[in-house]
Nanobody, 118 residues
Framework: QVQLVESGGGLVQPGGSLRLSCAAS????????MSWYRQAPGKERELVAA????????NYADSVKGRFTISRDTAKNTVYLQMNSLKPEDTAVYYC???????????WGQGTQVTVSS
């Protein structure tokens, strides 16, 4: 079955960078749209970045545009979220999500904690 495993979270100082990875297995990459979500304590889960199944179009939350980049390595079956110029408000649990294009079925990773603090 489809499995998504996030990694790369941790503690980083404001202005620092971090790269999250989402290793996917059990499906053909090209048939799924990929995205990253995050959820901070007391807040709703929000979309951070998205990548179409074809890998040719991206979408970002206004709050991260210009700082975060979503990408994929098809050969490694891995999706990345490069996070630069991190701010304390970026602190959250980050989740990788796959959506099957034809059915809309969703698959979620377990999440990885990102903490931005001095």
């Amino acid at each position: 079955q489809v499995q998504l495993v996030e990694s790369g979270g941790g503690l980083v100082q404001p202005g620092g960078s971090l790269r999250l990875s989402c290793a996917a297995s059990g499906y053909t990459f090209s048939t799924y749209a990929m995205s990253w979500y995050r959820q901070a304590p007391g807040k709703e889960r929000e979309l951070v970045a998205a990548l179409t199944s074809t890998g040719d179009s991206t979408n970002y939350a206004d709050s991260v545009k210009g700082r975060f980049t979503i990408s994929r390595d098809t050969a490694k079956n891995t999706v990345y979220l490069q996070m630069n110029s991190l701010k304390p408000e970026d602190t959250a649990v980050y989740y990788c999500r796959a959506r099957r294009v034809m059915t809309g079925r969703l698959y979620w990773g377990q999440g990885t904690q990102v903490t931005v603090s001095s």
